[in-house]
T-cell receptor, first 112, second 116 residues
Framework: EDKVVQSPLSLVVHEGDTVTLNCSYEVTNFRSLLWYKQEKKAPTFLFMLTSSGIEKKSGRLSSILDKKELFSILNITATQTGDSAIYLCAVLGYSSASKIIFGSGTRLSIRP | EAGVTQFPSHSVIEKGQTVTLRCDPISGHDNLYWYRRVMGKEIKFLLHFVKESKQDESGMPNNRFLAERTGGTYSTLKVQPAELEDSGVYFC??????????????FGPGTRLTVL
């Protein structure tokens, strides 16, 4: 069965710290791995990763995928209070059509 | 450009009642998805429409749930009769090309359903 496991489940850091969120997965016929940020309402799209070793960057956020180890990390540098959110990792497999398989998320809290 | 919208944002009903949730996808998106997050669990897929057709409804929990997308625009998800375990947040998402390698699903804010 396809699954996504995220760690840690929750994390509290101080503003300015760097954090690394982890995501491991098992999926039949991997197509892509997705990261979403969920604040109060809608999960908002951050990154889509399809190839190993290619880092995706957006400002202070970056992510990389390792298809051999079935693993991805999301890094946030110089964290700000606005980074506080639940970060969701998810995967898409070709055999599951367009059904996204989500992890349980990492709840990140940034203290001033 | 407007994002995915959902209505209502919150619904509180009693066990046995009927509730209808609505989702308006991003204009031009043929693909519409329903997901659900129940307390303490991860977000799970319910079903996928391509225009007005159900492409995949493998995640629908039982026949108390009925999803429609008449005309291929907005979609409704009806729960009848509602049970306590149906409580959770129901998300809708839409995308342009489900089969495309880089297709991205954009999520709405969700409807929080509470069944008492």
């Amino acid at each position: 069965e396809d699954k996504v496991v995220q760690s840690p489940l929750s994390l509290v850091v101080h503003e300015g710290d760097t954090v690394t969120l982890n995501c491991s997965y098992e999926v039949t016929n991997f197509r892509s791995l997705l990261w979403y940020k969920q604040e109060k309402k809608a999960p908002t799209f951050l990154f889509m990763l399809t190839s190993s070793g290619i880092e995706k960057k957006s400002g202070r956020l970056s992510s990389i995928l390792d298809k051999k180890e079935l693993f991805s990390i999301l890094n946030i540098t110089a964290t700000q209070t606005g980074d506080s959110a639940i970060y969701l990792c998810a995967v898409l497999g070709y055999s599951s059509a367009s059904k996204i398989i989500f992890g349980s998320g990492t709840r990140l809290s940034i203290r001033p | 450009e407007a994002g995915v919208t959902q209505f209502p944002s919150h619904s509180v009903i009693e066990k046995g009642q009927t509730v209808t949730l609505r989702c308006d996808p991003i204009s031009g998106h043929d693909n519409l998805y329903w997901y659900r997050r129940v307390m303490g669990k991860e977000i799970k897929f319910l079903l996928h429409f391509v225009k007005e057709s159900k492409q995949d409804e493998s995640g629908m929990p039982n026949n108390r749930f009925l999803a429609e997308r008449t005309g291929g625009t907005y979609s409704t998800l009806k729960v009848q009769p509602a049970e306590l375990e149906d409580s959770g947040v129901y998300f809708c998402a839409s995308s342009q090309e489900a089969g495309a390698y880089t297709d991205t699903q954009y999520f709405g804010p969700g409807t929080r359903l509470t069944v008492l």
